[in-house]
């Protein structure tokens, strides 16, 4: 997989060709970041980093500059972000990845219930009415009774 990056934050320009285990090592001050914060970027297809606007979109783009590319491809295809436009777009199956997966987020940085609730759908093991309801079996409920004991459970 390759990355490319234009005029994004700390970063000119750079081109980086990753393999299984890709170490990535600089000064402080030389673009490690902004690197990573890239490939997270265009391998998420997040346009805007959290508390980042269009109005304020400059301040994502490398001083001096009026236009940044965030691109990441592989043999199946490609992804670009596009800046100050802020437009995502793809060709063939393009690589992609959550934030978790890339490294960028850990699971056990969230609160327990957070975790929780991510592990539940991610295993599918989340609590149904319907898995409610044949757990009780024949025991007779209102539905009112019913619905304040699904919401009790379901919190």
């Not at 670009?80 to 997966?101: D, K, L, N």
């Not at 898995?131 to 009780?136: E, G, R, S, Y």
Request: charged share 20%; aromatic share 8%; proline share 4%.
């Amino acid at each position: 997989m390759n990355f490319s990056i234009q005029q994004f934050r700390g970063v000119k320009s750079t081109e980086i060709s990753v393999d299984r285990l890709t170490l990535l090592a600089g000064q402080n001050f030389h673009g490690k970041s902004s690197t990573a914060q890239g490939a997270d970027f265009v391998l998420t297809g997040q346009a805007l980093p959290e508390k980042v606007t269009k109005g304020n979109v400059g301040s994502i783009i490398h001083t001096g500059s009026k236009t940044a590319r965030l691109a990441v491809t592989n043999e199946q295809g490609g992804a670009v972000i596009e800046y100050p436009a802020c437009q995502y777009f793809t060709t063939g199956i393009a690589p992609q990845a959550s934030r978790i997966a890339a490294g960028l987020e850990s699971p056990v940085d969230w609160s327990p219930k957070e975790r929780a609730g991510f592990l539940a759908k991610l295993l599918g093991t989340e609590p149904t009415r319907e898995d409610l309801q044949a757990a009780i079996g024949v025991v007779l409920f209102s539905i009112k009774d019913f619905d304040e004991l699904w919401k009790l459970i379901a919190q």
